[in-house]
């Protein structure tokens, strides 16, 4: 387990609260421990679990893998779906009866 480097206390002009929290470059999200919550005024703005920015990016790594994975399925069901609908536009086609033209009427003429 690697030990995250302690933030400086907040100084006049450092974002705190929502402010840190939609900062990408300074938000660990449920990495800060309980004294920066506290420090930063993040109390009650992140779930009450603190947990390491590895186990976030492991996390992240797999819902991406479970994406790939879950987009590859897509696919294989996209291609059944239309084999699918080749033979049964192809198994009316062999059914249907031969259609009939439908015949040709003298055009109707004004009274």
């Not at 421990?33 to 390491?52: F, H, M, Q, S």
């Not at 893998?65 to 987009?71: G, I, N, P, Q, R």
């Amino acid at each position: 387990m690697t030990m995250q480097p302690a933030m400086k206390m907040p100084s006049p002009g450092h974002p705190t609260g929502y402010d840190l929290l939609r900062n990408p470059r300074l938000n660990k999200g449920t990495a800060f421990t309980e004294a920066e919550r506290c420090a930063w005024g993040l109390e009650g703005l992140l779930p009450p679990a603190v947990t390491t920015l590895a186990l976030q990016v492991a996390r992240r790594h797999a819902e991406i893998a479970d994406l790939d994975e879950s987009a590859g399925l897509d696919r294989s069901f996209d291609d059944l779906a239309l084999r699918i609908n080749r033979a049964v536009l192809e198994l009316r086609q062999a059914i249907s009866p031969p259609r009939t033209p439908i015949p040709s009427h003298p055009p109707l003429v004004d009274g």
